[in-house]
């Protein structure tokens, strides 16, 4: 089949590979019908995740149709269409018993890497280095789903991809951001960034009731899509001071939450950029540059809990960052 | 708690490295000698050792040694006893032995994969067995490698699984020098139990370990 693979900093090729295998009785083989690019994607691209070898295939985004079925998976069968979450789950550990899929404690092979660095594991993902697993992603034609009976979501023929493909990683990744909100009547939700983990935030907190969602980003284009989601006012940082613009457009009290949805390797040309920056240089593995995430924490509310929804992706070691999530 | 001062292995260590540090660094300024850099890291690596507490860096006392690691498991104490019960399954979670045979009447024979290819074997006997709760074994007189080790079940907090709790006392081949020559070279035997444990608990709470080896990907 084809994939692609990872061989180093900005180096990735189109190349043949064999076709995937099932090696455990409860995978499966996908193949793919629709993949997508991450925004983390980047940071493997342009090196910054530690532990990626030469020859990985990437991918965590896809969905496509089932074409072998391990003997002891019983739910899904050849010829199922399914979109298949980035995060792999077991569903019987502490964690998946209580739908904490992404913290799952034994679909990571390589669980002891990550304990190195961080003390726990979450779960393993596709296609994400081998601290995360190890496991070949789905930007391919066809690929392997460990504990397939899990996470793959069956889909309904009158969806086409383009409507449910989101539900890999974005939509949900932008969803629990808002969820973790607590959204009530009549809050006013400050989004910071509005890529695509932005725009499903923005969404997602409208559809939970949020009054107002204020969208934050220097990209107009973004910020023009973000308006035509609904009730929501722009912020181009680069134009207007957030903090002063914030508390006018809330009556003076802040926005009731925040959501950072700009992660790891935040842009700018602030003191606090050039201090991560610094930082990052000097270390090994590389620590985050969670600016925004630090931002925010001044601009929310007082006297809210949960106070700020962290999403995107602060998968390495982000120093002077509030809280780091993994949705 | 364990301090320093029980263990001269500690104190050796951290005198040797400094030792190294002060040699490295005279090799390096009056000598300029690069090799200096290599000494002088070298002893800052044993000092750094001889500092460390946790219980990953034990080391083998008059006794052997001793590693004790648990872990938490979504199952019943009865399914986690029966698979411990049936010895011969070991190798499942532990890739170090090549095999565990029953040589009868409580007791069995295992053969371990030792360091540099050498395989080691001996026989072990049975010394406690309560079902559900404990088992407990030793080796027998005259094997290799003496060792004595014993799984614990407990339950947990409500819904909170099953306490699994793996204690190994051993002298292995090489006597207190192998201990001490795979405490340098980092291949600790609590690392190797809880990596054992955790594809215990991988295969009790999902029925399969999980694996990317034969899995495609492109040229390295």
Same mark, same amino acid.
């Given at each position: 089949m084809k994939a692609l693979v990872w061989h180093g900093k900005n180096d990735v090729r189109v190349e043949r590979v064999p076709d995937p295998k099932i090696l455990n009785p409860r995978d499966a083989i996908v193949k793919v019908t629709s993949t997508a690019i991450c925004g983390s994607d980047l940071h493997l691209l342009d090196g910054?995740?530690?532990?990626?070898?030469? $020859?990985d295939i990437l991918g965590h985004e896809f969905m496509g149709e089932v074409v072998e079925v391990g003997k002891g998976n019983h739910k899904l069968k050849v010829g199922d269409r399914v979109v298949v979450p980035f995060t792999i789950a077991c569903g019987s550990c502490f964690f998946c018993e209580r739908q904490m899929w992404s913290l799952c404690d034994n679909s990571n092979p390589n669980a002891r890497m990550v304990e190195e660095l961080y003390g726990f594991s979450g779960s393993a993902l596709f296609g994400y280095s081998h601290m995360m697993g190890g496991y070949a992603g789905g930007q391919a034609q066809y690929v392997r789903v460990p504990?397939?009976? %899990? $996470?793959p979501m069956k889909v309904p023929d009158h969806l086409a991809d383009e409507q449910v493909l989101f539900l890999t990683d974005i939509f949900p990744t932008g969803y629990m951001a808002a969820e973790n909100c607590s959204i009530q009547q009549g809050d006013i939700i400050a989004v910071w960034g509005c890529g695509p983990v932005g725009q499903m935030a923005i969404a997602s907190a409208l559809m939970l009731g949020a009054e107002k969602v204020v969208a934050i980003d220097s990209v107009p284009a973004r910020l023009r899509m973000a308006a035509r989601l609904g009730s929501v006012e722009t912020i181009n940082f680069e134009n207007e001071d957030v903090f002063d613009r914030l508390k006018q457009l809330t009556a003076g009290r802040g926005p009731d939450a925040c959501i950072e949805a %700009? $992660?790891?390797?935040a842009h700018g040309a602030t003191l606090d950029a050039y201090y991560d920056r610094s930082k990052r240089r000097r270390s090994s593995p590389p620590i985050g540059r969670p600016r925004y995430g630090r931002r925010f924490r001044r601009a929310g509310r007082v006297g809210r809990y949960p106070s700020p929804a962290c999403t995107g992706a602060f998968s390495t070691r982000c120093r002077s960052a509030p809280r780091s999530a993994r949705a | 708690m364990e301090t320093v001062m029980e263990h001269p292995e500690r104190w050796a260590s951290a005198l040797g490295g400094a030792a190294l540090v002060v040699w490295g660094a005279q090799k390096l300024s009056r000598e300029r000698r690069p090799v200096g850099a290599l000494l002088a890291t070298t002893g800052a690596g044993l000092i750094w050792r001889s500092a460390r507490t946790d219980t990953r860096a034990r080391l083998a006392g008059p006794r052997g040694t001793l590693v004790e690691e648990s872990v938490a498991i979504n199952r019943a104490p009865e399914d986690l006893y029966a698979f411990w019960r049936n010895l011969e399954r070991l190798p499942t979670i532990m890739p170090q032995l090549a095999s565990v045979e029953s040589a009868g009447d409580r007791r069995s024979h295992w053969v371990a994969n030792a360091p540099a290819r050498w395989r080691t074997e001996w026989y072990a006997e049975l010394i406690n067995d309560i079902p559900s709760q404990l088992i407990a074994w030793r080796t027998v007189e005259g094997s290799d490698l003496v060792s004595a080790g014993s799984v614990h079940f407990e339950p947990g907090p409500v819904g909170r699984g099953t306490v699994v709790r793996i204690r190994l006392q051993y002298d292995p081949p090489g006597g207190a020098l192998g201990t001490a020559l795979a405490w340098v070279f980092g291949d600790e035997p609590s690392q190797v139990l809880r990596e054992a444990l955790r594809r215990f608990k991988q295969l009790m709470e999902t029925g399969e370990i999980p694996t990317t080896e034969g899995q495609p990907r492109g040229q390295r």
């Open positions: 910054f995740i530690p532990t990626m070898k030469s $020859g504990y397939a009976d %899990v $996470g %700009v $992660g790891l390797e | -």
